[in-house]
């Protein structure tokens, strides 16, 4: 089993910015390859951002230039660090692993909230 727990989110005026983090434990090795994804009241859940297990990052057109991911190698603990935050931005956040098997495996995910 694998365990994963967000936090860091908030609300931010426009413009601000946000940490998030993934907490991961259990059967899921330090380096993994880890996602955030997003869901918008009435949307569907998308991806966010990558991290492969080599640390390569992709980031979704809609957030490219403001976000970055970083890892903590010992711990496991993936960050998505948000810049110049959009209303549009506003959504729950969650981190997500797929193992070997295809097994996938989400947080609880943390609110971000975007407004004046």
């Known amino acids: 089993q694998v365990q994963l727990v967000e936090s860091g989110g908030g609300i931010v005026q426009p413009g601000g910015s946000l940490t998030l983090s993934c907490a991961a434990s259990?059967?899921?090795?330090?380096?993994?390859?880890m996602d955030w994804y997003r869901q918008a009241p009435g949307k569907q859940r998308e991806l966010v951002a990558l991290m492969t297990s080599a640390g390569t990052t992709r980031y979704r057109d809609f957030v490219k230039d403001r976000a970055t991911l970083s890892r903590d190698n010992t711990t496991g603990t993936l960050y998505l660090q948000m810049n110049s935050l959009k209303l549009e931005d506003t959504a729950v956040y969650y981190c997500h692993y797929s193992d070997f098997q295809g097994r996938h495996y989400w947080g609880q995910g943390t609110q971000v909230t975007v407004s004046s």
């Open positions: 259990g059967n899921i090795a330090s380096r993994s390859a």
